[in-house]
């Protein structure tokens, strides 16, 4: 209801922003033409003159520029958030949004300039384009509220809305409504079933009657949409009531959140005709998981590529400096508990999982994991490479099997798993990466609490632009050797 409205008018205004930009671009020619013109600062290159003729002409030769400044706007507003919520943000955060994009966009700029070698393209032409665009944006943004709220002053767009059920969730839904006058929803009024509650007013509203008075009020009042914010024990009495609904030919909607969840999200899906409920606490679009799958398969293959020689070298010098194989293969946890052979470049002597027991009374690392600096069991080799964590360079192999991605939370032991606390476990539900919060912040330095927590705060927060924010941090971490031991 609400969510399909919204995501029509942001298409609406993606469309209309998109017009305000070109609009920006072809009134910016005529400003800087007359400009140049009136303060002797020459001519403008493909400017041949003041004219529809001329802008066409200026158009065709810049078209590069134009065909990366547009959608690099849509996109870079995208990612501010511009185009959510956007009915209900301030003045303020309206232009700010729009200030960033607009930073982000005049910077990205530069890319077709030299790719295009646009050594001609004037610096005074981009700067009032840049201007003219946020100050159109602004202005247009601004209108396009204006004008929503006045469609909805005069009534029109407005769906009534019939409330069943008066406890507290019902109360909270009563509320979201009433401070988001702007989606266009009116109450009409409230149900409830019991008796002594007919007449009484509930945050302002008042009660019509009971689920079997449904059908009388259908008639007597306009009535564009009955939802039910119900308690669970209720789902067994409202089906006459969604029956007679469906009879009348009035849509219904019922609330999801039957249960107190604190992390979940949830949501209505259908498999093969049956209508299921979700409860997850990951989410994320099918296409994000993809580009997401397929930036580990290009950047591990690419990689494995480019550092082959060192990786041969390093083969060689272990095999060379101490006794044992080349690599060190361990049964590490994967996406939700399932064993997978995690692959790192051997560090410690032959037989050091053995001694780890007669170590761990020197432990220095709170939980279930095992660190201590100065490990008698690493190789002098080993101590370089974990140092500077070429060690985990074999874990390519297991990144572009599908074992682990680049990015996400590092794999336990399952002797570890085993010790978790129940909120840690969630750590779990996503898959396991080379890197995350906890290697870009410290590592070692970082209790082990502290440390699920930030797994848990990615997972929370996940995105592919936070992913590609840890994979550059991650740089300058391995570069100066940040946390590791």
């Not at 302002?204 to 009388?216: A, S």
């Amino acid at each position: 209801m609400v969510r399909e409205k919204q995501a029509f008018l942001r298409n609406v205004v993606v469309i209309v922003d998109a017009a305000v930009i070109v609009l920006a671009f072809a009134i910016s020619y005529f400003i800087s033409y007359h400009l140049r013109q009136a303060y002797g600062l020459g001519e403008m290159a493909f400017a041949i003159a003041p004219n529809l003729k001329g802008f066409a002409y200026f158009t065709r030769m810049n078209f590069a520029l134009i065909a990366f400044y547009l959608p690099m706007w849509i996109i870079t507003l995208a990612s501010q958030g511009a185009y959510k919520d956007f009915r209900t943000k301030t003045f303020f955060n309206i232009f700010f949004n729009i200030l960033v994009a607009g930073g982000l966009t005049v910077f990205a700029l530069g890319t077709p300039i030299f790719l295009f070698k646009m050594i001609l393209t004037s610096r005074l032409f981009i700067g009032v384009m840049w201007g003219l665009t946020i100050i159109f944006l602004v202005l247009e943004r601004q209108l396009v509220n204006l004008l929503l709220d006045y469609i909805h002053e005069l009534g029109y767009n407005q769906v009534n809305l019939l409330i069943v059920g008066t406890g507290r969730r019902a109360r909270d839904f009563i509320n979201v409504v009433k401070s988001h006058a702007n989606w266009g929803l009116r109450i009409v009024g409230l149900i409830d079933d019991e008796h002594d509650m007919f007449g009484k007013e509930i945050e302002g509203y008042r009660v019509l009657g009971r689920l079997q008075d449904i059908p009388f009020i259908l008639h007597r009042k306009v009535i564009d949409r009955v939802i039910f914010v119900v308690p669970r024990l209720w789902l067994n009495r409202i089906d006459e009531a969604i029956l007679a609904c469906e009879r009348e030919g009035i849509p219904t909607s019922i609330s999801m959140d039957l249960y107190d969840l604190r992390i979940a999200k949830v949501r209505q899906t259908d498999f093969s005709g049956f209508p299921l409920l979700e409860f997850e606490t990951f989410t994320a679009k099918e296409w994000q998981l993809f580009v997401k799958r397929a930036v580990d398969i290009v950047l591990s293959l690419a990689m494995m590529l480019v550092l082959s020689p060192l990786l041969l070298f390093l083969m060689i010098a272990l095999k060379l400096t101490s006794r044992g194989p080349v690599f060190f293969t361990q049964q590490r946890c994967g996406l939700n508990g399932r064993a997978f052979t995690l692959y790192k470049f051997r560090s410690m002597y032959v037989g050091a999982e053995m001694k780890r027991r007669e170590l761990e009374k020197n432990n220095e690392m709170d939980g279930p994991v095992f660190k201590i600096k100065r490990d008698p069991r690493i190789t002098p080799l080993g101590r370089i490479i974990r140092k500077l964590s070429l060690d985990e360079l074999p874990q390519l192999f297991n990144v572009l099997k599908g074992d682990m991605s680049f990015v996400g939370p590092r794999p336990p032991l399952a002797i570890e798993v085993d010790l978790y606390k129940m909120w840690q476990r969630r750590r779990l539900s996503l898959k396991p990466g080379l890197t995350c919060i906890w290697q870009v912040s410290g590592r070692n330095k970082i209790g082990f609490e502290k440390w699920m927590e930030m797994d848990l705060e990615y997972i929370d927060n996940w995105s592919l632009w936070l992913d590609f924010k840890i994979i550059v941090k991650t740089v300058f971490v391995v570069m100066f050797g940040y946390g590791a031991s």
